[in-house]
């Protein structure tokens, strides 16, 4: 049965987006290792992508996003749980090829789980105002991608 595509409050669409440039990190990374590609070079990506967009979206979704529905819930614990295994993995360094699998794997599933339950539950109760917060702090900007080595394809 296909899922019917989550119509996004439009506050959180910018942050949304985000998630499908985080997703096609981890076909980067797939693809990087289905061609061969050496760990190193993925690494190279991984670390300019961890730098320029994951350090800032974590921001956003922990001093923003997540208070919504509070420290104390179940959802929240596990979103900060998996933001700190991924903030391990993705500035670890030790074998590559193990830690960029692991990464690929856990923050595509911590990517699904935000969008499919921790972004409802936030449209759900958040008011107004939280939400109007949310939309003038994250703006929508064009995503630059870093070309200088598109292992990938």
Known sequence: MKQKPIKR?????AISREHHFGL???WKIRTGFAKKVSPDRIK???????KNHIIDHFKVEEEYIFPILGNDSDYIKSALADHRRLKRLFTGDKDLEK???NLEEELEQHIRFEE???FNEIQ???TKEQLSVIRNL????????NTADEFWK
């Open 24 to 26: 096609l990190l981890c």
């Open 138 to 145: 994250h703006t929508d900007e064009k995503f630059i991608d």
């Open 124 to 126: 759900k109760i958040a």
């Open 44 to 50: 190279q990506y991984v670390n300019w992508f961890y």
């Open 99 to 101: 830690s960029l699998s």
């Open 116 to 118: 499919r339950v921790v």
């Open 9 to 13: 409050d439009i506050a959180l669409q």
